[in-house]
């Protein structure tokens, strides 16, 4: 596994990231969760990304983790970086969603409950506020680091106006933002625009979730959905069947490319958002060792080839 630093910080990351959002709730398998977090630190990935909201249902996530690293990987604590959030609906009331001060500490102080740590490496707020003064949200994340619950804090999901503020805030607090988590794959580039260049501006690190598109580019979707698979899931809120079609002939095309390239469509996928020397690291949502296995393999790998990335272009993809 091959470490990228995150800005101006003492901190690297792994290239690839696990992500624990829908592979850790209260149905998932045990036996599958703990060969996860095993085999993850075999291979190098030290760095596991949480939120409160994280399960199915909200909080199984956590507490899975939690009776994991408990049980198995107590004293690996230090070798890991953990990562969670909060700004998402948790409880009913006023207070149990959003970027509030109450709202963003209750959550933090719930979710190292769940957790059974006395701290976590990064806390993000999960999205932006409309309705709650910046000012406050961010107090919120530098009281998280003066408290001692979190070593550093992270901002998801915020526009590059809304990121600069925050930065800018938090830089006059010295509690600097490590890292800003926001969605970039092949399929959805909106972050190229102004996003990606102000945290290279800001000097933060990035990290980006969703870089298969929920297993979009990995192919299996092009001979139909799959049961059992996130599309076929009617819960799901980011993939389902017309999601899939809409967007079955970019993914073709680029099978097609990774074919004639004679890599995985995951790989270039992969390989393709890992040459942007702004991404600090790619979170990927493995539901089995196999998978993880196969994105961990990318690691390390030479850029993609002059030709791969001018059939992307060429193909109309980007």
């Given at each position: ?8 910080s003492?901190?690297?990351l792994?290239?690839?990231?696990l ?19 095993a085999?993850?630190?075999d291979l ?8 409160d909201n994280y399960?199915p249902p909200?909080g199984?996530a956590?507490t ?7 049980s198995?990987?107590?004293?690996h604590r230090d070798?890991?970086?953990i990562?969670?959030k909060?700004?998402h609906l ?5 207070y149990g ?8 500490l209750?959550?933090?102080d719930?979710?190292?409950?769940r957790m059974k740590?006395?701290y976590?490496?990064v806390?993000y707020s999960h999205?932006p506020?409309?309705?709650?003064p910046?000012?406050e949200t961010?107090g919120?994340l530098v009281h998280?680091?003066r ?8 901002l ?17 607090e010295?509690v600097?933002c ?6 970039y794959?092949l399929l ?5 625009v102004s996003v990606l260049?102000?945290a290279?501006?800001?000097?933060t690190?990035?990290?980006a979730f969703s870089p298969?598109a929920q297993?979009?580019l990995?192919g299996?979707y092009l001979?139909?959905i ?7 899931d ?13 967007n079955?002939?970019r993914?073709?095309?680029l099978?097609?490319?990774a074919?004639?390239?004679?890599m ?10 890992l ?18 296995e ?13 030709d791969v ?6 193909s109309s993809?980007?």
């Open positions: 596994m091959q470490y990228r630093r995150c800005g101006r003492g901190v690297l792994p290239e690839i990231s992500g624990l959002w829908h592979n850790f709730g209260a149905d998932a398998d045990s036996r599958v969760c703990r060969a996860l977090v085999r993850s630190l190098g990935i030290c760095h596991f990304d949480l939120a399960g909200p199984s956590e899975r983790f939690g009776r994991l690293l408990q198995d990987f107590a004293g070798e890991m970086f990562s969670t909060a700004g948790m409880w009913p009331g006023p969603d959003w970027g509030s001060r109450k709202h963003l209750a959550g933090l719930q979710s190292l409950r740590l006395d976590v490496d806390f999205r506020d409309p309705h709650t910046l000012e961010v919120a998280a680091v408290s001692g619950k979190a070593l550093y804090v992270g998801s999901k915020y526009s590059s106006e809304e990121f600069t503020r925050a930065c800018e805030m938090l830089r006059e010295k600097p490590l890292l800003h988590q926001f969605r794959n959805e580039r909106e972050c190229e260049p102000e290279e501006n800001q000097q690190g990035t990290i298969l297993g979009q990995t299996k001979k139909g799959p049961k059992h698979s996130r599309a076929a009617v819960s799901s809120m980011f993939l389902d069947e017309e999601k899939v079609k809409e079955s002939n993914v073709a095309k099978q097609k490319i074919d004639e390239a004679g995985p469509l995951a790989h270039l996928s992969l390989r393709w958002l040459r942007r020397r702004e991404v600090s690291s790619v979170l990927i949502g493995a539901r089995t060792v196999q998978q993880l196969e994105c961990a393999a990318v690691s390390g790998l030479p850029p993609l080839p002059k990335l001018n059939a992307i272009v060429a993809i980007v």
